[in-house]
C-alpha cells in the first residue's frame, strides 16, 4: 500500500475545516499523511488548529511566518511530503469516505501518473447545487475549459518535485494544470462522484472580476500569447464556464 501526502492550506476556514479533516480520517484508505499549513499572518485561530491537529498522529502542522497563498503552501506542503502520491484538498471541501481506495486503486491498476474524479458542487447549508462529471484531459482540452477539481485530483510526487504552483491569487492551480499537459502528461478521469466541494460567497475563487484578470494572465503571462489571443482565449474560457 502507497502512502499518500494529502496537503490543505488553511486560511480562515474555522467553520469548515473540521468536517474537511474528517473525511479525511475517516478514508476507508488508511495510509496517508495530511499536510495542513496554516496561512494566515493573523493567528487567532492557529490554537484552534492546533486543536485539530492531535485528531490524529496522521496529521502534521506547518504555520507560515506569512500570508503567501494557497499555492505556494502547496508547494511547502509538496516539499515536506513522503508519499508516493500527493493529493490536494481545499480546506472546505468534503472526501466521501472511498474516494482514497478508488483512486489509489484506479492509478495503480491503469499505472497513470495523474488522475481526477468527477464531485458535487455545494452550497454552505450542504446542499448540492450543481455537478461537474471528469472526463480524460489533455492540454488541447484544457487550454478551452478547466474541468478538474482540485480537490479531486491526485499526481504522482516525482512529477511534482520538478512542477510547482506559482504565485497567483486565483487560477494557480489551472496554470499548473496546463503546464503539466503540455509537457504531454494526460489528466485521466476516475468518473466517481467522491468529492463535494463548497461554493463559499466572498471567496477569491468565486470573484467574477480575479477570475477575468487571472484568466487573461494565464494566456498572457504563463503561455505566452499575444494580448489578443489572450483575450480571445479568455472569451472561450468564460464562456465554457457559464455553459457548464
Same mark, same amino acid.
Given at each position: 500500500?502507497?502512502?499518500?501526502?494529502?496537503?490543505?492550506?488553511?486560511?480562515? =476556514?474555522?467553520?469548515?475545516?473540521?468536517?474537511? #479533516?474528517?473525511?479525511?480520517?475517516?478514508?476507508?484508505?488508511?495510509?496517508?499523511?495530511?499536510?495542513?499549513?496554516?496561512?494566515?499572518?493573523?493567528?487567532?485561530?492557529?490554537?484552534?488548529? =492546533?486543536?485539530?491537529?492531535?485528531?490524529?498522529?496522521?496529521?502534521?502542522?506547518?504555520?507560515?511566518?506569512?500570508?503567501?497563498?494557497?499555492?505556494?503552501?502547496?508547494?511547502?506542503?509538496?516539499?515536506?511530503? =513522503?508519499?508516493?502520491?500527493?493529493?490536494?484538498?481545499?480546506?472546505?471541501?468534503?472526501?466521501?469516505?472511498?474516494?482514497?481506495?478508488?483512486?489509489?486503486?484506479?492509478?495503480?491498476?491503469?499505472?497513470?501518473?495523474?488522475?481526477?474524479?468527477?464531485? !458535487?458542487?455545494?452550497?454552505?447549508?450542504?446542499?448540492?447545487? !450543481?455537478?461537474?462529471?471528469?472526463?480524460?484531459? @489533455?492540454?488541447?482540452?484544457?487550454?478551452?475549459?478547466?474541468?478538474?477539481?482540485?480537490?479531486?485530483?491526485? #499526481?504522482?510526487?516525482?512529477?511534482?518535485?520538478?512542477?510547482?504552483?506559482?504565485?497567483?491569487?486565483?487560477?494557480?492551480?489551472?496554470?499548473?494544470?496546463?503546464?503539466?499537459?503540455?509537457?504531454?502528461?494526460?489528466?485521466?478521469?476516475?468518473?466517481?462522484?467522491?468529492?463535494?466541494?463548497?461554493? @463559499?460567497?466572498?471567496?477569491?475563487?468565486?470573484?467574477?472580476?480575479?477570475?477575468?484578470?487571472?484568466?487573461?494572465?494565464?494566456?498572457?503571462?504563463?503561455?505566452?500569447?499575444?494580448?489578443?489571443?489572450?483575450?480571445?482565449?479568455?472569451?472561450?474560457? !468564460?464562456?465554457?464556464?457559464?455553459? =457548464?
Amino acid at each position: 500500500m502507497s502512502l499518500v501526502s494529502i496537503i490543505i492550506p488553511y486560511y480562515k =476556514k474555522k467553520n469548515h475545516i473540521t468536517d474537511t #479533516i474528517k473525511s479525511i480520517l475517516n478514508q476507508t484508505y488508511k495510509k496517508f499523511e495530511v499536510i495542513l499549513i496554516y496561512d494566515d499572518d493573523d493567528k487567532e485561530e492557529l490554537d484552534y488548529i =492546533k486543536k485539530i491537529k492531535n485528531f490524529d498522529k496522521r496529521i502534521k502542522l506547518f504555520v507560515n511566518t506569512k500570508n503567501i497563498g494557497a499555492g505556494l503552501s502547496r508547494n511547502k506542503g509538496i516539499k515536506n511530503s =513522503k508519499g508516493k502520491y500527493v493529493a490536494f484538498v481545499d480546506a472546505d471541501d468534503i472526501w466521501s469516505p472511498n474516494k482514497l481506495k478508488r483512486q489509489i486503486n484506479y492509478m495503480e491498476k491503469k499505472n497513470i501518473s495523474i488522475s481526477h474524479t468527477s464531485y !458535487s458542487i455545494i452550497n454552505n447549508n450542504d446542499q448540492k447545487i !450543481s455537478f461537474r462529471k471528469a472526463r480524460d484531459l @489533455t492540454f488541447s482540452d484544457l487550454i478551452k475549459s478547466c474541468d478538474i477539481g482540485l480537490s479531486t485530483v491526485i #499526481i504522482k510526487k516525482k512529477i511534482l518535485e520538478k512542477n510547482y504552483f506559482v504565485n497567483s491569487k486565483t487560477k494557480e492551480d489551472y496554470i499548473l494544470w496546463l503546464k503539466l499537459s503540455k509537457q504531454g502528461y494526460k489528466f485521466y478521469a476516475l468518473n466517481q462522484n467522491l468529492v463535494s466541494w463548497k461554493k @463559499t460567497p466572498g471567496s477569491l475563487s468565486s470573484s467574477i472580476y480575479q477570475k477575468l484578470i487571472d484568466g487573461y494572465h494565464v494566456y498572457r503571462n504563463h503561455l505566452g500569447y499575444s494580448s489578443i489571443i489572450s483575450f480571445i482565449k479568455l472569451i472561450q474560457l !468564460s464562456y465554457n464556464y457559464i455553459k =457548464k
